[in-house]
T-cell receptor, first 112, second 113 residues
Framework: DAGVIQSPRHEVTEMGQEVTLRCKPI?????LFWYRQTMMRGLELLIY????????DSGMPEDRFSAKMPNASFSTLKIQPSEPRDSAVYFC??????????FGDGTRLSIL | GDSVTQMEGPVTLSEEAFLTINCTYT??????LFWYVQYPGEGLQLLLK?????DKGSNKGFEATYRKETTSFHLEKGSVQVSDSAVYFC????????????FGKGTKLTVNP
């Protein structure tokens, strides 16, 4: 079975540009999570959805970050405008209500 | 708020050595506890879990026991292999229905042949 699929795997862009990260959860899963991983702060939950509805976005750093889940099989995390301090690995994970979270391989984002 | 503290790494061991990675938590009530493992270039994978006090989670030779009295969930393995080299994360999910996981900072383990 296909796991959580994230794209792109790597993204390098200049400060000020818009960045869009994409995630396809495991089919049938009803929860989707976005995490950010940095050396300084470790792994942080940014936002999570249940049945496509945002449940907790308290981890979203600021208004430059936004996340959407238009349907059960797709989600995006957008940064506009991007800044060098946004450089990190971004993970998407999905789960079936109360079960373990399954992670994608991540998007390594570098903002120059 | 809820938090997880795990021993700082890196940890370097020889093959067949005994492994312990300490993890303690702060949370109200009875959270669920997890260990995740991350191999280079990959996402996190669930290694084991425990959902109530005195439960022991185990998988692939790794074990951890939920100790409410010491608020701990230490990871152990009796004989590590080179293939166990990875970063290990302790995490908790609060009691009360939220799906949010709170992670420790991670401990990098290197096992030398």
């Amino acid at each position: 079975d296909a796991g959580v699929i994230q794209s792109p795997r790597h993204e390098v862009t200049e400060m000020g540009q818009e960045v869009t990260l994409r995630c396809k959860p495991i089919s049938g899963h009803d929860y989707l999570f976005w995490y950010r991983q940095t050396m300084m702060r470790g792994l942080e939950l940014l936002i999570y959805f249940n049945n496509n509805v945002p449940i907790d976005d308290s981890g979203m750093p600021e208004d430059r970050f936004s996340a959407k889940m238009p349907n059960a099989s797709f989600s995006t995390l957008k940064i506009q405008p991007s800044e060098p301090r946004d450089s990190a690995v971004y993970f998407c994970a999905s789960s079936l209500g109360g079960g373990p979270q399954h992670f994608g391989d991540g998007t390594r984002l570098s903002i120059l | 708020g809820d938090s997880v503290t795990q021993m700082e790494g890196p940890v370097t061991l020889s093959e067949e050595a005994f492994l312990t990675i300490n993890c303690t938590y702060t949370a109200t009530g009875y959270p669920s506890l997890f260990w995740y493992v991350q191999y280079p270039g990959e996402g996190l994978q669930l290694l084991l879990k425990a959902t109530k006090a005195d439960d022991k989670g185990s998988n692939k030779g790794f074990e951890a026991t939920y100790r409410k009295e010491t608020t701990s969930f230490h990871l152990e393995k009796g004989s590590v292999q080179v293939s166990d080299s990875a970063v290990y994360f302790c995490a908790l999910r609060s009691q009360g229905g939220s799906e949010k996981l709170v992670f420790g900072k991670g401990t990098k383990l290197t096992v030398n042949p």
